[in-house]
């Protein structure tokens, strides 16, 4: 019982059609094997959604709640996995947006990897923070006031992202140990503004 270090905890993950597969079975995994429950979180009215290898179909998955039905109160975490076409459509999906957004107000921590700090973004909490993400979203991290450092792994008040599916083991190490602290995440939309991002990108 020691190693189910996130007994009793609810963990969402909310992708759609599109998300790269592993980023989210391994995550997925990981949880359970710490003694979590997982839920599969979508903008669906099907009640599947399919994963991508890259660019080759993956396989089908059951969503357990669709998005516009989905609340804060009911997980103690979320996950974003990446992939371009799952972030890409989700950023668009104001239920999706707001989900996300729910859960930095209510200081809840989130997990975003690859593409998906692409919602980040639209739910307008990168502002001061520093994450990463996959290479080609840096210049709109910065655009966005974040501070983009290229890293496998990066946490920030209960913020964890990664940068591709070879960050994964540390990425899912990670979580684990943010989701049993229950490290609170915060809504930073009304913090000072920084005018000056030209500096902001770290490459290391």
């Known amino acids: 019982m020691e190693n189910l270090v996130l007994y009793g905890k609810t963990i969402a993950f909310l992708?759609?059609?599109?998300?790269e597969q592993i980023e989210l079975t391994d995550p997925w995994s990981a949880i359970k094997n710490a003694g979590g429950t997982v839920k599969l979180i979508?903008?669906?009215?099907?009640?599947?959604?399919?994963?991508?290898?890259?660019?080759v179909p993956g396989a089908e998955f059951i969503v357990?709640?669709?998005?516009?039905?989905?609340c804060v109160e009911e997980y103690d975490a979320l996950v974003l996995p990446g992939g371009v076409l799952s972030p890409d459509a989700l950023r668009l999906d104001q239920d999706s947006i707001n989900f996300v957004k729910s859960f930095f107000a209510a200081h809840k921590p989130v997990a975003a990897i690859?593409?998906?700090?692409?919602?980040?973004?639209?739910?307008?909490?990168?502002?001061?923070?520093?994450?990463?993400?996959?290479?080609?979203?840096?210049t709109d991290i910065v655009?966005?006031?974040?501070?983009?450092?290229?890293?496998?792994?990066?946490?920030?008040?209960?913020?964890?992202?990664s940068r591709s599916p070879?960050?994964?083991p540390i990425f899912c190490k990670t979580i684990i140990l943010e989701f049993a602290k229950g490290m609170?995440?915060?809504?930073p939309i009304d913090a000072p503004a920084h005018p000056d991002t030209s500096?902001?990108?770290l490459v290391e």
């Open 15 to 19: 992708a759609t059609d599109g998300f």
């Open 42 to 55: 979508a903008p669906t009215f099907d009640g599947t959604i399919r994963g991508v290898h890259h660019d």
């Open 64 to 70: 357990d709640v669709n998005v516009s039905d989905a």
């Open 114 to 138: 690859c593409h998906a700090p692409w919602l980040l973004i639209e739910a307008d909490i990168v502002d001061g923070r520093k994450l990463t993400s996959w290479p080609s979203l840096r």
């Open 143 to 161: 655009n966005a006031g974040g501070i983009w450092l290229n890293e496998a792994c990066v946490c920030d008040q209960g913020l964890i992202t």
């Open 166 to 168: 070879e960050d994964l």
């Open 184 to 187: 609170s995440a915060f809504q």
């Open 199 to 201: 500096s902001r990108v």
